[in-house]
């Protein structure tokens, strides 16, 4: 059973850091394509950054610049590293996992998996 478990999230001020983790099991991680997503209420869920088999990466153009994304194969764990966070980053951040794809990393149909979700609180 595919179980991807997301933590780190938070309530911080503006401008502070927040670094969120993904761990993954009942999958060869490795082997994945992997993602992160959020949801703020009432819109849809975008997309935040996706970490590609082999290694291309890409970031939504809101975080470019202030998010980071990695992932430790040997742990089975994605990472999410936000810096410079603002009011409008408030979401709840989950992550993805999909069998390597050409789509774009942002199609969000194309993904297998899901995460539960964490909560991400921003205060001005």
């Known amino acids: 059973q595919v179980q991807l478990v997301e933590s780190g999230g938070g309530l911080v001020q503006a401008g502070g850091s927040l670094r969120l983790s993904c761990a993954a099991s009942?999958?060869?991680?490795?082997?994945?394509?992997m993602a992160w997503f959020r949801r703020v209420p009432g819109k849809e869920r975008e997309f935040v950054a996706a970490?590609?088999?082999?290694?291309?990466?890409s970031y939504a153009d809101s975080v470019k610049g202030r998010f980071t994304i990695s992932r430790d194969n040997a742990k089975n764990t994605m990472y999410l590293q936000m810096d410079s966070l603002k009011p409008e980053d408030t979401a709840v951040f989950y992550c993805?996992?999909?069998?390597?794809?050409?789509?774009?990393?942002?199609?969000?149909?194309?993904?297998?998996?899901w995460g539960q979700g964490t909560q991400v609180t921003v205060s001005s």
């Open positions: 009942g999958l060869t991680f490795s082997s994945y394509d």
């Open positions: 970490y590609r088999l082999g290694g291309p990466i």
């Open positions: 993805a996992a999909r069998i390597p794809s050409i789509a774009q990393a942002m199609a969000i149909t194309t993904y297998n998996y």
